[in-house]
């Protein structure tokens, strides 16, 4: 989320208007925060969040501040209440790194959960997540790229399989819906 999407006027700070466009017919708009919302289906789309990018630098011996996933779930906060979306969408990266989810401060999880209550939650697992979210609301799901790489080799969908997960599947197992958090 972009972090200077804010304008400071001395103790006051303001948010730019979000940019409308077209997209094939449909509205489209542009929070200056980095999130895209389709209004017609009350979506909003987010990615590269990289939360839990300050713990994974430490887990590595690499010290960085760690305000990253505070800060950037208090942006997404603010878009999801400027939108009230019925849907979000996160395209990836949702992590720093494969094990951030599960890492996660409790004051996180609940963070995301209550902005994910009453709302569809829909994770797609990038390339430094690719395992998926842990106990967080909503589902977690490979994408399609991901998906057809695996197809054509099948060793790589070999793996142990976990919780919930069906064996022989490469796509996450699903995670408890935004309706029973």
Do not use: Y
């Amino acid at each position: 989320m972009n972090r200077l999407a804010r304008i400071s006027l001395g103790h006051q700070s303001l948010t730019p208007p979000s940019c409308e466009s077209e997209l094939a017919g449909r509205a489209i708009l542009f929070d200056p925060a980095g999130a895209m919302i389709l209004p017609e289906h009350g979506l909003l789309c987010i990615s590269d969040l990289h939360l839990e990018k300050g713990a994974a630098f430490a887990r590595r011996g690499q010290l960085l501040p760690p305000w990253d996933t505070l800060a950037t779930l208090r942006i997404l906060e603010s878009v999801i209440a400027r939108h009230n979306p019925k849907i979000v969408v996160s395209l990836g990266d949702n992590f720093h790194d494969r094990t951030g989810s599960i890492h996660m401060p409790v004051e996180f999880r609940l963070m995301i959960n209550a902005m994910a209550r009453g709302r569809e939650w829909i994770w797609i697992n990038g390339n430094h997540d690719p395992d998926g979210v842990t106990d967080l609301a909503g589902i977690s799901a490979m994408s399609r790229r991901r998906r057809r790489r695996r197809a054509r080799s099948p060793a790589t969908c070999i793996r142990p399989p976990r919780s919930g997960a069906r064996s022989g599947r490469c796509v996450a197992p699903a995670l408890p819906s935004t309706a029973a958090v």
